[in-house]
Each structure stands twice: as C-alpha cells, then as structure tokens.
C-alpha cells in the first residue's frame, strides 16, 4: 500500500481528540484490554442505544456511564444510526467495525477509525508501547477477524508507525 495514505492517517491522530463509538467496539476494547487507555486519551461519548446494548448493569455499562449523551433521537432511530449521528451533531470522529457505519461517515466526512487503527493510535498516544500494540493487534485479527482490505491496513499502518517512530 502506498505510504501517502498512512502519512496523511497519522496527520490525522492530532485532531483526534473525540468520539462517537459503537457497541462492538467498545466491546473488542474491553476484551483486549485497551478500553481503559482510549477512555483515558480521548472524550468518548456513547449514544442512549450503545448504553442499553450494553446493559446498564454490566461492567462496561458502569465504566461508561458517564459518557452517555444526552442528545434526543426520533423514535425508532436504529443504534447504528445514533452513533453517526451523535458525531455529526458535536462534531465527533467514530469508532466502529461496521462497513456500514464507516461507509455512512466517510459520505459526511467524518474521521471514523476501526479498533485496528485505534490501537495504532494508542501506540502514537504514547499509552501503550509499539510491541503491545502489534501483539494486541495480533490478537485482535486473531480473535475478530477483519475483512480482508481493512485488516491489510490497519496491518500496514502499524508497521508504518513502527518505522516511523
């Protein structure tokens, strides 16, 4: 893959600073053990619909509850459609797995990154080291298989950063 696109990825970790962020991938964070670093190093907020998925009863519920929004959706609004528009309504970057949503926020022109890229970021970050952030990318791809193109970049862009550090 050509290194321009991993150049201009990482000229956009300094703005990352915010997110909307999905049900899945709070969940692949938290198996991973990452979910702490990433509500440490950035603003997460979760929609009204990722806290309900979550159960407000478990231990991921309890760890973000204080980041649910308090933004009003029209009744009926699917989860998936709260996270986008959670970040297009307070100018959010998203955080997904799902080709929909990230389709959906490429067309809005909003910085979505997958959990692959976000540990990529926390390496940037300085939260984890580059060899914990390859062995847990490692694991991610081992225990949430990704579709082909978007693992053979997240793939990429960590031996990038490596190279690049």
């Not at 998203?94 to 692959?116: F, M, T």
């Not at 080291?129 to 390859?134: F, K, Q």
Request: with cysteine; aromatic share 10%.
């Amino acid at each position: 893959m050509d290194e321009r696109y991993f150049e201009q990825e990482l000229s956009s970790f300094p703005t990352f600073t915010k997110a909307s962020i999905d049900t899945s991938s709070l969940l692949v964070l938290d198996r991973l053990q990452l979910l702490d670093h990433v509500l440490s190093s950035l603003t997460i907020w979760v929609s009204p619909g990722v806290y309900r998925e979550l159960g407000v009863h478990s231990q991921i519920g309890r760890t973000i509850a204080q980041r649910v929004c308090d933004t009003s959706f029209e009744p009926n609004t699917k989860v998936d459609e709260e996270v986008v528009l959670l970040a297009q309504k307070r100018r959010l970057s998203i955080i997904s797995e799902d080709r929909k949503i990230l389709q959906k926020a490429e067309l809005l022109n909003l910085q979505a990154y997958p959990s692959g890229l976000l540990i990529s970021f926390l390496v940037y970050a300085g939260c984890i080291p580059i060899e914990e952030g390859e062995s847990r990318w490692q694991e991610m791809r081992l225990t949430y298989p990704y579709r082909k193109d978007l693992d053979l970049y997240c793939d990429g862009f960590i031996r990038f950063l490596r190279r690049s550090l």
